[in-house]
């Protein structure tokens, strides 16, 4: 499509948006991984809740994180018009208008929390709503246009739902669930530069003061080897709390040794190396990066389960 057509079809009459063009609003694909962390935080905590409740607290989760996509869709229609990457996205295609994304978003996200309220606690309710308020007011209105911290601080938004997930089972917050926001909040960075990298003059043209505009892609290089080390320490070190155990730290080893050596070699790359190869490396990452989550968040349910069945697993009295 070209930019005048873009254009053209930006203006959405309201009504034209199919199901397809809703459902692209919640960001499915990014809210798998949001789903998949809350599900753990939910299923590792101490008490069992019944499993309709568990099913009704995902889905509430679920529905307010894409909610969120919604309103930040709704928000950032004129940067994802100029990007490639996001141009085809239901408001800057013109299927969907803005006011229609900001009434769906609005009230999926209301109904979320009042929803979630009633099928778990008020603490769930709360970390979720402040979880919504945070990506869609404080990241994406506040911080993402402003300063290349934008991630760094934003990313704290989508490290909550394991504490959602374990304050729903719980009703409290506690040092695993904090220990699981950490891991995401450090892993979000690598995930996000190594993204950024390969998207090259997306964010330029697009206006966004992202580190690889502000202060060039040596740096973010940089950035994402400081932060790839933080990481595994934060990691492998968890592997002695709570959340951790033999099997925990038999997965971080190895997830944190490849994550090590992908951010190793991109930081040795020069832009010519790395243009030249289509930025091989940097992609592998970001794909490493969603398998690197995943894996964290399955060895802490397997520590969690293997505890509940007596055979080790969380806790300083068994492990230590
Ligand atoms: C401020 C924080 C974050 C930023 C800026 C960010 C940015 C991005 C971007 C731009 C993409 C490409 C998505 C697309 O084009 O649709 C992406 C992909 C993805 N992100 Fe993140 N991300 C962040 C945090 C997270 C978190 C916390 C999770 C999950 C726990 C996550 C999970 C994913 C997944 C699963 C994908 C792959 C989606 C696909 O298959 O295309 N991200 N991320
Ligand atoms: C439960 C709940 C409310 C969860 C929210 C989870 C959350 C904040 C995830 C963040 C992941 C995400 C879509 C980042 C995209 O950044 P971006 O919006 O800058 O990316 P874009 O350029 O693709 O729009």
Do not use: C
Not at 179 to 198: D, E, G, N, R, S
Request: glycine fraction near 10%.
């Amino acid at each position: 499509m070209s930019d005048a057509s873009l254009h053209q079809a930006s203006t959405a009459q309201p009504g034209e948006g199919g199901f397809g063009d809703f459902f692209a609003l919640l960001k499915p694909r990014v809210m798998t991984l949001v789903v998949f962390t809350a599900l753990v935080g939910l299923l590792a905590a101490p008490v069992a809740l019944h499993p309709i409740e568990a099913l009704a607290a995902i889905l509430f989760i679920a529905v307010g994180g894409g909610a969120a996509g919604a309103l930040n869709m709704w928000w950032e229609a004129d940067i994802d018009a100029m990007m490639r990457r996001t141009r085809k996205r239901p408001i800057p295609a013109g299927r969907v208008t803005r006011d229609e994304a900001f009434a769906f978003g609005i009230t999926l996200a209301a109904m979320s929390v009042v929803m979630l309220w009633l099928a778990t606690n008020a603490v769930a309710a709360v970390i979720l709503a402040f979880t919504i308020f945070f990506y869609v007011v404080i990241y994406t209105i506040g911080l993402k246009r402003w300063t290349p911290q934008n991630i760094v601080i934003g990313g704290a938004a989508g490290a909550f739902p394991p504490m959602i997930g374990w304050a729903a089972a719980t009703g409290s917050v506690s040092l695993e669930s904090v220990l699981m926001f950490a891991l995401i909040f450090m892993w979000t960075p690598p995930h996000f530069w190594a993204l950024a990298l390969f998207m090259r003059g997306d964010y330029d043209q697009a206006g966004v003061p992202m580190l690889t505009v502000t202060h060039g892609r040596r740096a973010t290089r940089v950035h994402i080897l400081v932060y790839t080390v933080l990481l595994a320490a934060l990691a492998v070190g968890a592997a002695f709390t709570q959340i951790g155990g033999p099997v925990y730290l038999a997965v971080a080893l190895v997830f944190n040794a490849l994550f090590l050596r992908d951010a190793v070699a991109i930081w040795r790359r020069d832009e010519r190396a790395a243009e030249a190869d289509d930025y091989r490396v940097e992609k592998r990452a970001f794909r490493l990066s969603l398998w690197y989550l995943f894996a964290h968040f399955t060895a802490i349910l397997a520590e969690a389960a293997l505890a509940g069945l007596g055979l080790g697993g969380p806790g300083p009295g068994v492990w230590s």
